[in-house]
């Protein structure tokens, strides 16, 4: 009786609110607080509620308009409703959406074949899943498969949030409630190559590592890193695991986001590539052993509609040579915002960057930054994320260091 109460309450609380949509009345402050009473508290109650976007841009609720610098963590490379992506989408949809893995669709063939190219690689094969942590897990079982069991990972790293990427996510606050996680995982310090050959040893099944360590601050590996941990994987028969999710596709001006002349037994890619379809892939070569089948799986890896949006992402890429773009745009950024008072250091690679403030106010400088229309984030007190689309122009980039100026101008006279 009480719950049947309970629950015509909560049925007029939701037709309220819809109705007040409607009527474009509802404030943002109830969108958020109605989130706090539907949505599990995994996520800080976002202040924001985005209803559309075009372009570089995207509206709220309220009809404000926000220079998106996030992109959705690095995910819509194209920015948001890109005609070319509607297209794509639209017609796989009025084909099939979804089809499972006991039929083949041409268009997670065709993306798997483009995958094979950006790796230079007829013999890779491609497993795809939903998102980057499923990648890093098919990625963790295929090392299984080499009969060895010990990983090595970094400190600092990000490889996801499910048992296995979390395993290999070097962030002791993250891990903590969720252990005992995988046992074999040795963390060394990210950049250390020395550290880095010492740990892995004949018994190590895989090493994984990011090319730029983007939720930690957006770090970047130093020259010849990559390179040395390849070599050691090949001396001690290891596979050597490049998690390029958040530095991948175009990105950081490469496909992948590394500058150097590897060639990894796993790369792992999500995000960009469905151009903000749920997309991944693992890519499976070299020295790596393969599964058989029924040894993997997943229900929509490799779904026609995300297939049809990531083949479109890659050749919108192509044809407006956005990877050289996303070089230049990002130089211009990087110079720019080394301009500004309070910025100590701007570092990463096309657009993927940190900004290192001289204060610990990243936090607060990115709550002002979205109450004069930018979009962007803090990874910690002292530095701010970027990671536009890869379609900004130099107007945006001028408007965002234009705010970044004007908002730590302000915090530094207040204080
Ligand atoms: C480097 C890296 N790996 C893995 C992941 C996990 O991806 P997802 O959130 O899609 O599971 C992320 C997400 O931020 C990431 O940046």
Same mark, same amino acid.
């Given at each position: 009786?009480? %719950?049947?109460?309970?629950?015509k309450v909560m ?12 009527k ?6 109830s969108?958020?607080?109605?989130h ?5 508290s995994?996520y800080?109650t ?7 976007g075009s372009?570089?841009?995207?509206v709220? $609720? ?13 995910t ?12 794509? +989408?639209t ?13 083949g669709n041409?268009?997670?063939?065709k993306?798997a074949?483009?995958?094979?190219l ?9 497993f795809f ?7 890093n ?9 080499t009969?060895?069991t010990?990983l ?5 790293s990000?490889?996801g949030?499910?048992? &296995?990427?979390l ?17 074999d995982?040795?963390?060394?310090p990210y !950049? ?6 010492r740990?892995i040893t004949?018994r ?5 590592v990011e090319?730029?360590q &983007?939720e930690? !601050? +957006?770090?970047v590996a130093p020259?010849g890193?990559l390179?040395?941990?390849?070599e ?13 999710i958040?530095t ?10 590394w500058?150097?002349e590897i060639?990894?037994?796993l790369?792992?890619v999500?995000? &960009? ?7 991944a892939a693992?890519?499976i070569?070299?020295?790596s ?5 029924g040894?993997?799986? %997943? ?5 026609p $509609?995300?297939a049809?949006?990531?083949?479109? $992402?890659l ?5 407006k ?13 990087k110079a720019?915002a080394?301009? +500004?008072e309070g910025?100590l250091?701007v570092?990463?690679?096309?657009l993927?960057?940190g900004i $290192?403030? /001289?204060?610990p106010?990243a936090? /607060?400088i ?6 004069? &229309?930018v979009?962007?984030n803090a ?9 536009p689309?890869l379609i900004i !122009?130099?107007?945006?980039v001028?408007?965002?260091?234009k705010a970044?100026?004007e ?6 006279r207040a204080s």
């Open positions: 009786m009480r %719950s049947l109460w309970r629950y049925l007029l609380e939701h037709w309220c609110t819809m109705a007040k949509t409607r474009g009345k509802k404030e943002a402050s969108w958020s607080k109605e706090s009473l539907v949505m599990e995994s800080a976002p202040a924001i509620t985005i209803i559309r372009g570089c841009y995207l709220d $609720v309220d009809g404000k308009r926000y220079l998106d610098f996030l992109s959705g963590i690095a819509n490379a194209l920015g948001a409703a890109h005609p070319d992506l509607i297209g794509a +989408v017609r796989q949809m009025k084909r099939v959406s979804h089809l499972s893995n006991f039929y041409p268009e997670s063939l993306l074949r483009e995958l094979q950006m790796i230079g690689d007829d013999q890779a094969r491609i899943s939903n998102s980057g942590a499923e990648a897990e098919a990625a963790i079982k295929i090392s299984r498969l009969g060895r010990r090595v990972a970094t400190t600092g990000f490889h949030r499910t048992m &296995g990427a395993s290999l996510t070097g962030q002791d606050k993250k891990q903590r409630p969720f252990r005992p996680l995988l046992k995982v040795k963390f060394v !950049g250390d190559l020395k550290a880095m050959k740990a004949k190590t099944a895989m090493v994984i090319p730029i &983007g930690n !601050g +957006v770090i020259v890193y390179k040395g941990i390849q050691r994987c090949a001396e001690t028969g290891t596979l050597f695991a490049v998690d390029a958040q991948g596709v175009g990105r950081c001006g490469s496909w992948f986001g500058d150097e060639a990894p037994d790369i792992t999500a995000k &960009g590539i469905g151009g903000g379809l749920p997309l693992t890519i070569r070299g020295r052993p393969h599964f058989s089948p040894e993997h799986g %997943s229900t929509f890896g490799g779904n $509609v995300a049809a949006a990531a083949n479109q $992402v050749a919108t890429i192509k044809k040579n956005l990877m050289q773009h996303a070089l230049e745009m990002g130089s211009i950024v720019e080394a301009k +500004v910025v250091d570092r990463g690679r096309g993927l960057l $290192v403030l /001289e204060r106010v936090k /607060e990115v709550l002002d930054l979205a109450h004069r &229309g979009l962007a990874t910690s007190e002292n530095v701010i994320r970027i990671a689309p !122009g130099k107007r945006e001028s408007t965002f260091t970044l100026a908002s730590l101008n302000m915090r530094m």
